[in-house]
């Protein structure tokens, strides 16, 4: 629209920050280090390069970092990780759980309570994690359905 005679134009419209979609919102962590879970339960660190309108991400240099928590093995004060490398990663963006920037200060340091290890260690110990939970939760399931209890998911467990 032109200016009127005698009146400044009009000022630009542009809208305030929290009308943009998620997607845009990542334009600020553009070429910033992150950390990406995943609805699956996976931890991803690494460095958004791309992203699109669904939010689909593409990270540089990721890693995998898996994490076994304290007391999972007798005599295991402590938690563990280990980090995995996965180079260049797309995920799809209803996948993703949550996101957030990682603090490069800190970023050398690991996790608060958990000690560094030894991939396979933490592979097989976080495997084994998942199997008792899978069994915890069979039997529970099972207890629930001589209650008179059911699920969706009833069938599928007990199988």
Same mark, same amino acid.
């Given at each position: 629209? &032109? ?7 009009? &000022? ?7 009308? @943009? ?11 910033? #280090? =992150? ?18 309108? @669904? +939010?689909?991400? $593409? ?21 563990? *990780? ?7 990663? =797309? ?7 949550? =996101? ?13 309570? *958990? ?10 110990? +976080?495997?084994?994690? #998942? ?9 529970? $399931? #099972?207890?629930? +359905?001589?209650?008179? @209890? ?10």
């Amino acid at each position: 629209m &032109p200016p009127v005679l005698g009146r400044p134009p009009p &000022p630009s419209q542009q809208l305030p920050a929290q009308m @943009f979609t998620t997607a845009a919102q990542l334009l600020d962590l553009t070429d910033k #280090k =992150l950390m990406v879970a995943l609805r699956d339960g996976r931890k991803l660190l690494g460095i958004l390069r791309s992203w699109d309108q @669904f +939010a689909n991400l $593409v990270l540089q240099s990721t890693k995998e970092r898996i994490f076994v928590p304290p007391g999972t093995t007798p005599n295991q004060p402590r938690g563990l *990780y280990a980090d995995i490398d996965r180079g260049l990663f =797309l995920v799809r963006g209803e996948n993703v759980l949550l =996101l957030g920037e990682i603090d490069l200060d800190k970023d050398d340091e690991p996790p608060p309570g *958990y000690d560094l290890a030894d991939v396979e260690l933490v592979q097989n110990l +976080a495997k084994q994690r #998942k199997q008792n939970d899978k069994t915890k939760e069979k039997t529970k $399931v #099972k207890l629930l +359905a001589k209650e008179g @209890f059911e699920g969706e998911n009833l069938g599928e467990i007990l199988l």
